[in-house]
């Protein structure tokens, strides 16, 4: 039953629904494009300021759960979309066309994800991803004049709907197993050893899910697509997309004990493997930019299958940590290409020779995106080394070395294109630069939002204990 | 308190210089000389202050200790200590890391500031390999001065040798030590989770974790992490592919770094760490590592004959030399052990010499070309006499500390294993070797061009003349050396008889 109780432990995504209606309301109303940011950026402080009302409710809404890992991945989501929100308006204000409806989208997007992490049936998991992605095919094509950003709105379309396809079928042949669709539910059903019908399911709905979050032989989307959309729509999908989809997974592997079967544990051992070392290859000699990036990230969620190999209470507390530092140095990077690109004209900068030299012209924006790839290769003194020591870590712990190994493989080879893009911002300058930050990014808000997630990065690096404690209470009830 | 600020110090400074840069180029130069004589000031206080008799059952070994917990999750700490060796070691930086920011001194022309930014990082870095006990901040420490390291061989060095650009050198670099730095992060892990499972805690420090019960095969495995991290950065041979390259593309300032600071965490990490941590499994090894090391030597020297690069000549010698500690700390013997050290610190001294000779050569002749000098002995005041007494030091000519070193090293070795000390000393007549080689095709014959050059001006006349005074000095009384390590040296010498006695009573129960 909807109780007046488990609404307020909704409260973060109904204020963040009802920030997207007043948007559209404005929208119909009048344009104003500072103003729509300002409102969007208020909701969601409004949101994350309700967060701890939600955690403390004592129930959860039908079909859902406000379990410590929803309040995290709840927060995280608004962070993200908080960032992209400020690093949006600056990149926006070049654009020539309606400006508003980016966040009309992007708030669509995060009540997507807000549901996506709290839900605890089948049926809110399916809708809460379609609300995610829905809107993202709108946000990468939102420059639709621009060939490329089409073309990855249209592939990401095709594409996900060929991975929701798999995603369904898995689902109805769980249900035609199990006649349950619950989460809990799925877990009682399924106590007997699996059949071949159950298995086939489950590695559907793995296809599903491992499509959105690029895992190795569903990849092939995600270079276009991170090269092809308007930068601030690809933050969101590096970020809030890709983190509350991980969720999702993990918890599915946690709560169904279907997904503890040795054989998947195999299959997950054996994409695991291929991602960390296929996304590394595939961006040692990339030239361009966000392509790299999106490589990189492939590899990262291979990293990040080790917990999910592994399973257990630390898997979770290593997740919640490696996804924190993924997200702040994920937004550095990225943040950066949308400064260098703003405000918006065609394409972004992002091939490799935009950036030559940086540092002698735009000093503070070539520090962070130096951290940012210090944290990417998991250098000490940042965020990324804390994930990548968890995620060692673990398969230490549970003596995997085959993927203990594969991780200090793949870490050798992403050195390699991270060390690359590294020194160019620090060569000499060639004589032609068509793109550059403009001169008052810094203090724009975007730049300063910037400028407190590199320092973020700096500090999670050099002290990690509060964020480790805060991800070990939030984990510890699961 | 005061480790924590000699760690600190460069740190600061670093960030300093950088800012310093706005109030013109040669303000970076002084505050990094003055940060560094700072560090070497403040170690030489502690060394004179210091008390290296041997520690009695109830006294602690350090010299100084600080701790303060930093990450509790996993049982992590800020454990910096300091004794006989970390100070030797430490005094060896500030000193060394003086002469770096000295012999840069008109060699880096532009981006002065951060070129001294990532010159004092590094040193910060390898001043905190020497204070850390806590495993994992040993490792941070370990990792974190390849990063600065990285970006002044891409970005300061030299475009040397055909096909070899200096980014690539450098990323080899950075490849080679980060990866094996991994496979260190993995050992390190494991026996942290081996001794959770033996105790349930959960902890990365290094009393510790040094009496933890691993079982057998694991133990030599992770006995061969640490053993590979720290023989790339040695380098012992099959892991020495980086160092040629690193070595010939580095600015003067980095090869004085790597060649004098850098290796020597190597060997630090290995009487530190891998001998105390896993002792039986080191002795078993001894005779494995022992041939890596006379391969090392051999190897060396004869492809330093061979090199037409005078600084690849120099960073060949220093696989040879290295060759030489590795046998030193595998021998079980403390006199070796010592010897080593001195080996350590007067190999810093002498290819720190030759290296910033070279540097001041290419300021003058524009080529690091071996087939294009020749003569310049008549052309060069009073440079190439230092050399000859650097060349001297270096083959271990008497007088000098390193022949003081490696006759120690020979010397302690003998009884254990008297095969190797004969093979050893092969590489000996090889150094006399090269070291000719270098001196005749760079100083003596016909001149290759005619007309003087400049000869030193006071700072380089200072530089060279301080090196060769410690390196005559070390050679002639060792003994405060030898005093201030015996703490050192003994305990992980008794780690290989004890080991060797386990072995052996083993058998007899057999």
Same mark, same amino acid.
């Given at each position: 039953m909807l109780t007046l109780e488990s609404l307020v432990s909704l409260l973060p995504l109904i204020i963040v629904a009802t920030t997207a209606v007043v948007v559209m309301l404005g929208v119909a109303w009048q344009r104003h494009h500072a103003g729509t940011a300002m409102v969007s950026a208020g909701g969601l402080v409004l949101a994350l300021l309700s967060v701890p009302l939600a955690a403390g409710a004592l129930t959860s809404p039908p079909l859902m759960t406000v379990d410590g890992l929803a309040i995290m991945g709840s927060v995280l989501v608004l962070l993200c979309a908080l960032v992209t929100v400020a690093l949006s308006h600056h990149y926006l204000t070049g654009y020539i066309g309606p400006r508003e409806e980016f966040y009309l989208l992007l708030l669509c997007a995060v009540t997507g994800a807000l549901g996506l992490v709290a839900s605890d049936h089948l049926a809110t998991l399916f809708i809460s991803l379609e609300l995610l992605s829905m809107p993202l095919y709108g946000m990468l094509a939102y420059s639709f004049r621009a060939e490329r950003s089409l073309e990855a709105g249209i592939k990401y379309l095709v594409l996900s709907a060929a991975a929701t396809a798999f995603l369904l079928f898995g689902m109805a042949l769980i249900y035609a197993r199990t006649g349950r669709m619950d989460l809990a539910g799925l877990a009682a059903g399924l106590a007997a050893s699996p059949?071949? #019908? =159950?298995?086939? $399911? @489950? /590695?559907?709905?793995?296809? $599903?899910?491992?499509?959105?979050?690029?895992?190795?032989?569903?990849?092939?989307? =995600?270079?276009? /697509?991170?090269?092809?959309g308007p930068a601030p729509a690809t933050i969101f999908l590096a970020t809030v997309s890709k983190l509350a989809v991980f969720l999702v997974l993990l918890r599915l592997v946690m709560v169904a004990p279907i997904f503890d079967s040795e054989w998947l544990r195999t299959l997950f051992t054996l994409l695991a493997l291929i991602t960390m070392l296929g996304g590394n290859l595939l961006a040692l000699f990339q030239p361009n930019l966000k392509r790299l990036l999106g490589y990189s990230s492939i590899a990262h969620f291979g990293y990040l299958l080790v917990a999910i190999v592994v399973g257990g209470q630390l898997a979770v507390e290593a997740t919640g940590v490696y996804l924190i530092t993924y997200l702040v140095t994920t937004l550095a990077a990225f943040g950066v290409v949308t400064q260098v690109s703003s405000p918006f004209g065609g394409e972004d900068a992002a091939g490799l020779h935009h950036y030559r030299g940086l540092f002698w012209r735009r000093p503070w924006l070539a520090a962070v995106m130096t951290v940012s790839f210090l944290s990417l290769a998991g250098i000490p003194l940042t965020a990324g080394f804390i994930g990548k020591f968890y995620v060692i870590a673990l398969g230490v712990a549970d @003596?995997? #070395?085959?993927? /203990? $190994? *594969? %991780? /200090? @493989?793949? *870490?050798? %080879? $992403?050195?390699f294109y991270y060390l690359r893009v590294m020194v160019t911002l620090y060569m000499p300058e060639p004589g032609m630069r068509r793109r550059d930050a403009t001169e008052d990014w810094g203090s724009r808000v975007?730049?300063? =939002?910037?400028?407190?997630v590199a320092v973020l990065i700096l500090v999670i690096g050099v002290y990690p204990a509060p964020v480790i404690d805060w991800v070990v209470d939030l984990s510890a009830a699961l | 308190m005061i480790l924590v600020w000699l760690i600190l110090i460069p740190f600061l400074g670093g960030l300093l210089c950088w800012q310093a840069e706005r109030w013109g180029e040669q303000a970076p130069r002084w505050i990094a000389l003055a940060t560094m004589l700072f560090v070497l000031v403040i170690s030489v206080v502690l060394w004179l202050g210091g008390d290296f008799s041997l520690p009695g059952s109830y006294e602690s070994q350090w010299l100084l200790e600080w701790r303060v917990p930093w990450i509790p999750r996993f049982g992590i700490e800020i454990h910096l200590a300091m004794d006989g060796l970390s100070l030797i070691l430490v005094a060896l930086t500030g000193f060394l890391g003086t002469l770096a920011v000295l012999c840069s001194w008109h060699e880096i022309a532009h981006r002065v500031g951060f070129f001294h930014l990532n010159l004092l990082f590094i040193l910060g870095g390898v001043v905190g390999v020497f204070l850390a006990l806590d495993l994992f901040l040993f490792f941070l420490f370990w990792e974190m001065m390849l990063v600065p390291m990285y970006f002044l061989i891409a970005l300061w060095g030299h475009s040397g040798s055909p096909g070899q650009t200096r980014i690539r050198a450098a990323t080899r670099f950075f490849i080679y030590t980060q990866a094996s730095g991994l496979l260190m992060l993995v050992a390190i892990l494991a026996l942290v989770f081996v001794h959770y499972s033996n105790t349930g805690e959960l902890s990365f420090s290094y009393d510790v974790l040094r009496g933890t019960d691993v079982p057998e095969p694991l133990a030599f495995w992770l006995m061969l992490g640490f053993f590979i991290a720290f023989a790339v950065k040695l380098p012992v041979v099959p892991? &020495?592919?980086?160092?040629?390259?690193? &070595?010939?593309?580095?600015?003067?300032? +980095?090869?004085?770094d790597l060649a004098g600071i850098l290796l020597k965490t190597a060997a630090y990490g290995m009487i530190r760490f891998a001998l105390p941590l896993f002792p039986e499994q080191s002795a078993a090894f001894a005779p494995v590592a022992m041939t890596l090391g006379l391969v090392g030597i051999i190897y060396g020297a004869v492809l330093a004959c061979g090199q037409q690069d005078i600084k690849r000549l120099i960073a060949y010698t220093s696989i040879s030399h290295m060759g030489f500690v590795l046998i030193a700390l595998y021998s079980g013997s403390e006199l070796a052990?010592? +010897?080593?050290?001195? !080996?350590?610190?007067? &190999?810093?001294?002498?290819?720190?010499? !030759?290296?910033?000779?070279? +540097?001041? !050569?290419?300021?003058?002749?524009h080529t690091r070309d071996m087939r294009t000098m020749g003569g310049l002995w008549s052309r060069i005041p009073v440079l190439p006499g230092f050399t000859l007494c650097f060349v001297a030091a270096s083959l271990g000519m008497p007088a000098t500390a390193n022949f003081v070193g490696e006759f120690m090293v020979l010397f302690g070795t003998f009884p254990s294993a008297p095969v190797v000390v004969v093979i050893a000393s092969v590489g000996l007549v090889l150094a006399a070797i090269y070291s000719l080689l270098l001196m005749q095709r760079v100083h003596y014959g016909p001149e290759y061009r005619p007309g003087p050059l400049k000869g030193p001006d006071a700072r380089e006349y200072g530089m060279m003349l301080t090196l060769l005074v410690l390196t005559i000095a070390v050679g002639l009384y060792p003994q405060p050396l030898l005093d201030t390590t015996a703490a050192v040296a003994a305990p992980v010498a008794e780690l290989f008889t004890d080991a060797s006695d386990l072995a052996a009573r083993a058998g007899e129960v057999n």
């Open positions: 059949d071949a #019908w =159950t298995l086939a $399911g @489950a /590695v559907l709905m793995v296809v $599903g899910l491992g499509f959105k979050l690029s895992i190795v032989p569903f990849h092939l989307w =995600t270079p276009d /697509v991170y090269q092809g @003596a995997r #070395w085959w993927l /203990v $190994g *594969s %991780i /200090v @493989a793949g *870490s050798a %080879i $992403g050195l975007g730049g300063l =939002t910037l400028m407190v | 892991f &020495h592919g980086w160092l040629p390259d690193a &070595h010939a593309q580095a600015p003067t300032a +980095g090869s004085v052990i010592q +010897g080593a050290i001195i !080996l350590m610190v007067a &190999h810093a001294f002498s290819s720190a010499g !030759l290296f910033i000779l070279s +540097g001041q !050569l290419y300021e003058r002749i």
